[in-house]
Each structure stands twice: as structure tokens, then as C-alpha cells.
């Protein structure tokens, strides 16, 4: 068995090193100049902002009464990603582009994760952007930030065959930045936790609770319920299994009151007093409960999910992606909960959404237009529920039997009920840089003990304001 969940942990992983080595490069330019897209490639600089917006929908089949070229037309959608399901879902994407336009044909250019981003920056700085690009809650905010993107909303506008309504109103409110929407939305992933129902039944527990507004299902009944999972079974004084992992420390982070930045954006959010209760109370799930493993103690035992399908994991918190995998594995009884709530907060949904752009700079912006109403649409949004295995963007899609519908986990109404609390991380440009490069890091030494949390967040801090001070020019 492949773990689908370790791999996109990895890719993830891959992503933040490349972003962070990207986005450092802006961090000492003033607002002015960051926000005209200036970034360093292969030792030069390029100017995205001065590229030309070619097929921008002031012309072209955009415009009433005129029609697109029947010239034959090549197409390059850029992606990461280079799982097999991904390529295969591609290659189908393309193929219903030429069923439907025969004079155009669409490549595929995939590259692992950690090379995503050099990848389009270094095509932009040559001239030859991708047609289209892959987007998610990481690329959006930087190639925004480099105005790299087309608004999508005038091809929108114009086009009669084309509604935003179709998809989950929050994910086009949170992608929509000063009036402009730059990404078509494909997909979401929302934050759940993950949860082994046999463990569950050996130890007297109930299922997880459904609701994401039932307030019985907090901070403390987790810890009950985590301490009630974690069995030391041969008395070495090292458990055996359990109760509780946790890869993804910002949504705990959100859900206790507390962000990375100020409300303002203007300074590092960590100190406030939610902020620093929720990463204590994450830290202590490790250091003083003992009922999530350190890095120690379970190296070289594989990922979330490897732990999780060996049942040395009772618990993990991760997105929708979790679903392919887990449902491909043989005897396992799982199912799926909301995030727990903190004591005096409301629910939070934290989510990551993906879809596809249109770089500027491409000769071809209309025909990419079309594309991405095929990458978006019924058909495609199926795949995404069914072969891939997140929630799609179309609401009445999520809420059929293409997702809602199927057998596993039992209780997937959980994902699409975490739609109306849906949350994102901070959209501003150097949002990776300042989660990979200035946070992560430090926090990272509180939760294996060799730093007090208050002492992490005071290292972080500065880090993150001089980022920010880099971005606003301060």
C-alpha cells in the first residue's frame, strides 16, 4: 500500500523548502516594488508586473460578436504533483479539451511538488508562461502577490456559459482579494480528525460526535478521550499506542482564538493570550499527557498514516485527503469527527482549497479560459470526489452521491458541514516564508521540550514582523 497521506505530507514538505527559498528573496523590498512582482531566478531579476497581458478579456472570445482562432492552439497547464491518479486525471482533462475544441491541444507539464514554484517563476522570466497554473492556499497568495495572475471574474462575466454559484460561496469569498478572484476552485480539504473505531470500541468510547457546533466535543473531552487511547500494553513505560497525532499545529492554532499575524497584519500574532494557550495546550498534549509521540518515538515508523493504519495512532488531525487512501486499506474501521472546540470559541473549519489560474503573459488567455471551465466543471469536480478523493467545489456535487454519498467513511457529511466555519490561513504574499522559515521552526523546539513556548513565540516574533515590515515596507 501506497500512503496518499505521507506522500502529500512530503510534497508539502517539498513545497514550503522551494516557497521559502522563493519568498526570501522579496523580503527586503518595499511594498511598492514587491507588489510590481519582483522576485530573483537563476541569479537575474523579472519583472511579472511588465509582462504582457496577452487575451486579457478585452479581446478576444471574451468580446461580443468575435470568436476565437480555429489555428491550431498548444496549451501548457502547469501542475505539481506527479502521483499516478494525478497524471491520469490530467491526460483526461486534456483529451476533453480537444473533444470539445479539436483544433487545441493541452500538455500536461507535472513536477514534484518542491519544484513547483521555481518552475513558473523561471518560464514567467523567460517569456513563456504556462497557459494555466495549479493553485492552492500557498501559491495563490505569492503569485498574487508577484501580480502574476489574471482576474478571473471579467472572462467570468462574460461568459453566459459560466456561474460562480455553482461552487461554495466561502471558498470564492476567501479567495477574493481588493474585487479580484484569481483561481477557479476545484477542490477543498478540511481539517477533521481522523479516528480508528475499533480502538475506539476496545477502550469503551463511543463514536466522535458529528456536529461541528456540539460543545461537548472540546478541548477537554479530546484530552479524555486521547488519554483514554493511549495503552501502554507491556508496562515499559513507553505506550504502545496513541491516543493522538498531530502533523498540523495551525489549526489547534485558530482553533483556540489565535492567528500568526495581528488582525492588522502588521506584526506577528503569536503573543496574544489565545494564541499562546492554544500552542501551550498542543505542547502539552506531547510533553506533560503523554498521549501524542515525540518524533523519537515513533522514527522511522513511517507517516500520520502509517501510524494510524498500523493502530499506533488512534487519532490524527489532516485534510480530505486522507479518504483515497485510508478507503483502500482492508479491515480497517474508521470514521471521521470534527475538530474539537476550545472553551469559549466557535467552530473552526480549517480548510485548504485548490483550483487553477491563468498566468499573465500568455498568448493564449481565452482558449486558457476555456480550459479551466473544463478543469472545474461537473465532470472534472466528479474525479475530484471519486479518484482523487477531496470534497469538490461545486456545492451540489459535495452534496450528492458522487461524494456525500459514498460508503466511506460513514460520516461524510462531517467534511461538507465544515463548510459555513470554513477558515483559511493568512493570504498575504510571504504567508509560506513566514509559517516554514520564522514559525515552524521554533515552535518545533517547544514541542520537543527544548523551549518554553513563550520563549519559541518571543524567538519567532521578530522574525515574522521584519518579514512583514519587508512586505508593507515599513
Not at 381 to 409: C, W, Y
Request: with cysteine; hydrophobic share 40%; aromatic share 10%.
Amino acid at each position: 500500500m501506497t500512503a496518499r497521506l505521507g506522500g502529500e505530507h512530503q510534497e508539502c514538505k517539498e513545497r514550503e523548502s522551494t516557497h521559502r527559498r522563493l519568498t526570501m528573496t522579496t523580503r527586503r523590498l518595499s511594498r511598492r516594488h514587491f507588489l510590481q512582482g519582483s522576485a530573483l531566478v537563476a541569479g537575474g531579476a523579472f519583472m511579472v508586473a511588465c509582462a504582457p497581458v496577452a487575451g486579457d478579456p478585452g479581446a478576444g472570445a471574451a468580446d461580443e460578436g468575435e470568436s476565437m482562432s480555429e489555428e491550431p492552439i498548444e496549451l501548457v497547464a502547469q501542475y505539481w504533483g506527479t502521483r499516478p491518479e494525478f497524471i491520469e486525471d490530467r491526460e483526461i482533462l486534456a483529451q476533453r479539451m480537444t473533444e470539445k475544441f479539436p483544433n487545441v491541444t493541452a500538455s500536461q507539464n507535472s513536477v514534484p511538488g518542491g519544484q513547483y514554484g521555481e518552475k513558473v517563476l523561471t518560464a514567467i522570466a523567460a517569456g513563456t508562461p504556462p497557459d494555466t497554473m495549479q493553485l492552492n492556499h500557498r501559491w495563490e497568495p505569492f503569485f498574487r502577490g508577484q501580480e502574476a495572475l489574471l482576474n478571473v471574474i471579467p472572462f467570468a462575466d462574460a461568459d453566459d456559459e459560466f456561474t460562480f454559484d455553482v461552487f461554495y460561496p466561502r471558498i470564492i469569498e476567501l479567495g477574493t482579494t481588493e474585487g479580484q478572484l484569481v483561481t477557479v476552485p476545484r477542490g477543498w480539504n478540511p481539517f477533521v480528525i481522523y479516528y480508528n473505531r475499533a480502538l475506539f470500541r476496545e477502550a469503551g468510547l463511543d463514536d466522535l460526535p458529528t456536529s461541528w457546533e456540539n460543545d461537548t466535543w472540546n478541548w477537554d473531552s479530546f484530552l479524555e478521550t486521547a488519554q483514554a487511547l493511549t495503552v501502554d500494553s507491556d508496562g515499559d513505560g513507553r505506550a504502545d499506542v496513541y491516543g493522538m497525532f498531530f502533523p498540523y499545529w495551525y489549526p489547534f492554532l485558530r482553533l483556540g482564538g489565535g492567528d500568526v499575524l495581528s488582525d492588522d497584519q502588521q506584526s506577528s500574532g503569536l503573543g496574544s493570550p489565545e494564541a499562546l494557550a492554544a500552542l501551550q495546550w498542543l505542547a502539552d498534549l506531547r510533553l506533560t499527557h503523554g498521549v501524542s509521540p515525540t518524533p523519537a518515538e515513533i522514527e522511522g515508523l513511517g507517516s500520520a498514516q502509517d501510524l494510524f493504519t498500523a493502530g499506533r495512532v488512534a487519532m490524527f488531525t489532516a485534510g480530505a485527503w486522507g479518504i483515497g487512501a485510508l478507503t483502500r486499506v482492508e479491515g480497517l474501521d474508521w470514521d471521521v469527527g470534527p475538530l474539537p472546540r476550545a472553551a469559549g470559541q466557535p467552530p473552526v473549519g480549517y480548510t485548504q482549497y485548490y483550483g487553477h489560474g491563468i498566468p499573465k503573459g500568455t498568448q493564449s488567455a481565452d482558449w486558457s479560459w476555456e480550459y479551466l471551465k473544463i478543469i472545474s466543471d461537473e465532470e472534472s469536480n466528479i474525479t475530484v470526489a471519486q479518484t482523487i478523493g477531496d470534497v469538490p467545489a461545486m456545492r451540489h456535487i459535495a452534496e450528492s452521491e458522487h461524494f456525500a454519498g459514498l460508503p466511506k467513511p460513514p460520516t461524510r457529511q462531517v467534511f461538507i458541514d465544515s463548510a459555513p466555519h470554513m477558515q483559511v490561513w493568512p493570504t498575504i504574499a510571504p504567508i509560506t516564508e513566514i509559517m516554514s522559515r520564522a514559525i515552524t521552526p521554533e515552535l518545533n523546539l517547544a514541542f520537543l521540550g527544548e523551549k518554553s513556548v513563550e520563549d519559541a513565540v518571543a524567538a519567532a516574533g521578530p522574525q515574522v514582523d521584519e518579514i512583514l515590515a519587508a512586505l508593507w515596507g515599513n
